[in-house]
């Protein structure tokens, strides 16, 4: 028998992750970013520095956050992180495209409850990681 997922989150029109699907969503996004771009300059030219501060600010809440009650009270938070991301989108193309087509921007909107906040973490951290495995460079 097969698990349920408990919670979800939609990226976009085409792609919604679960709690039992987020880590193999991340890395076809990841992977289909390195492979639609040149040799020289995959990814974009979005370096791993770039993606590590924003991953640092969805960590920042995350680390306050140890259970529901906690979540309740940083949830206008993830509008601050929203707004750094649309201001670094704005500041370099590379971090537009990865934001917008993993979906991460989008998915602040949809979060709720603190489960589906624990479930946009491990997809953020998830794109990290095989934003390095795929060889994002510094």
């Known amino acids: 028998m097969q698990d349920k997922p408990k919670v979800f989150l939609k990226l976009s029109e085409k792609w919604t992750i679960t709690d039992l699907t987020y880590a193999r969503a991340a890395e076809l ?72 087509s993993t979906g991460l921007m989008a998915a602040l909107d949809q979060i709720k409850t603190y489960d589906q906040f624990i479930l946009y973490c491990r997809y953020a951290e998830s794109l990290v990681a095989y934003f390095k495995f795929y060889g994002g460079k510094e």
Not at 65 to 81: G, H, P, R, T, W
């Open 29 to 100: 996004f990841v992977d289909s970013l390195k492979n639609n771009n040149s040799r020289y300059s995959p990814f974009g030219g979005l370096s791993m520095s770039k993606l590590r501060g924003i991953y640092s600010l969805i960590t920042n809440i995350y680390t306050r956050v140890n259970k529901a009650a906690d979540f309740e009270e940083c949830k206008s938070d993830l509008q601050y992180i929203k707004v750094k991301m649309a201001y670094e989108s704005g500041r370099e193309k590379a971090v537009e495209k990865f934001v917008t």
